[in-house]
């Protein structure tokens, strides 16, 4: 009985395990540095559930308290991920548009090529006030993980998106 009750408890923890989040992001590194092709299909697998690669209220995700907090008191980079064309119709105020599809390849350059470029200093990997945002919080999701595995593992994002901003403000 004793050990049938071990095994049953052993098997729960392992099972809850690779089930979670911290198995699923390492499964997929490990899979996109040796087998690419496989690492997308993984990761698009991984990213799917609530489970793996969905932030939420671990410290990942900025309310729209929080948000308006951190603007009124310019403790913030806030990076709006949405195309240039979503940005300029309509953006949140102090948002820098770093879009999505060149957001790794900025995150890389030097601090003085980033500031050149996007006219804000450039954020650091200990910086705990960058926040990403979209326009629903898919992509700044996704822009978040891109930013954790370059390094800048304090970085959040507005889950909201641009959507909540707007029915938040009134507009």
Same mark, same amino acid.
């Given at each position: 009985?004793?050990?049938?009750?071990?095994?049953?408890?052993?098997?729960?923890?392992?099972?809850?395990?690779?089930?979670?989040?911290?198995?699923?992001?390492?499964?997929?590194?490990?899979?996109?540095?040796?087998?690419?092709?496989?690492?997308?299909?993984?990761?698009?697998?991984?990213?799917?559930?609530?489970?793996?690669?969905?932030?939420?209220?671990?410290?990942?995700?900025?309310? $729209?308290?929080?948000?308006?907090?951190?603007?009124?008191?310019?403790?913030?980079?806030?990076?709006?991920?949405?195309?240039?064309?979503?940005?300029?119709?309509?953006?949140?105020?102090?948002?820098?548009?770093?879009?999505?599809?060149?957001?790794?390849?900025?995150?890389?350059?030097?601090?003085?090529?980033?500031?050149?470029?996007?006219?804000?200093?450039?954020?650091?990997?200990?910086?705990?006030?960058?926040?990403?945002?979209?326009?629903?919080?898919?992509?700044?999701?996704?822009?978040?993980?891109?930013?954790?595995?370059?390094?800048?593992?304090?970085?959040?994002? $507005?889950?909201?998106? $641009?959507?909540?901003?707007?029915?938040?403000?009134?507009?």
């Amino acid at each position: 009985m004793f050990v049938s009750l071990h095994s049953a408890l052993f098997f729960t923890m392992l099972l809850s395990f690779v089930l979670s989040r911290g198995f699923c992001q390492l499964a997929a590194e490990v899979n996109r540095r040796s087998c690419p092709t496989f690492s997308s299909a993984l990761r698009a697998f991984t990213t799917s559930g609530p489970k793996c690669g969905e932030a939420s209220d671990n410290g990942l995700v900025v309310t $729209y308290s929080q948000l308006k907090t951190m603007l009124s008191n310019r403790d913030i980079q806030l990076f709006d991920v949405r195309n240039p064309d979503e940005f300029q119709a309509g953006r949140i105020p102090d948002a820098v548009n770093l879009p999505l599809g060149n957001l790794e390849e900025s995150l890389k350059l030097s601090p003085e090529r980033f500031q050149q470029m996007f006219e804000v200093k450039a954020p650091g990997k200990d910086d705990d006030n960058i926040v990403f945002h979209c326009r629903s919080g898919k992509r700044s999701l996704t822009a978040l993980d891109i930013a954790h595995r370059l390094g800048f593992s304090r970085a959040r994002h $507005y889950k909201g998106g $641009y959507i909540d901003w707007e029915e938040q403000e009134g507009k």
